[in-house]
């Protein structure tokens, strides 16, 4: 009886590791598809890819390893996000601000960054692979 119930509680405890966990908020998710507006929001691990996001308040919020792939983030700003091993494959971003933002790890591959703020931002581990740069400096990166 007791390998019985041993057997069980290790079968369900390996099911639930293997399980996807979604960190994000989904009202989160709808409140910035809907209005744009999302400050301090947590969007950890959010499918945002595609979305189109011109001129998203996204400051001070949580989109670790958030997925914005082919976003359209024009006029965003991101100040104070954290980002960390985001990414951003194909994203476009212009007169965006990523101020003081967490960027390390994040996946810019083929991305178009024109005139975006960088000031203060972690970009550590970042790849730029492929992507184009106009207007932004990262030469103190």
Known sequence: MKLQILATTAIISAI???????????????????????????LQGADLSGTHLIGADLRDANL????LANANLEG???TGSNLK????INTFASDAS???ANLT?????????YNVDMDGAIVAGANFK??????ADLSKY
């Open 16 to 42: 639930c590791l293997v399980a996807p966990v979604k960190a994000e908020n989904p009202a989160h998710v709808r409140q910035l598809l809907e209005t744009k507006q999302c400050q301090k929001c947590d």
């Open 64 to 67: 670790e390893k958030a997925n």
């Open 76 to 78: 965003a700003d991101l």
């Open 85 to 88: 091993q985001a990414t951003l």
């Open 98 to 100: 990523f101020n003081e």
């Open 105 to 113: 790890g994040v996946n810019f591959s083929n991305a178009k960054l």
């Open 130 to 135: 492929g992507a184009k740069l106009y207007g």
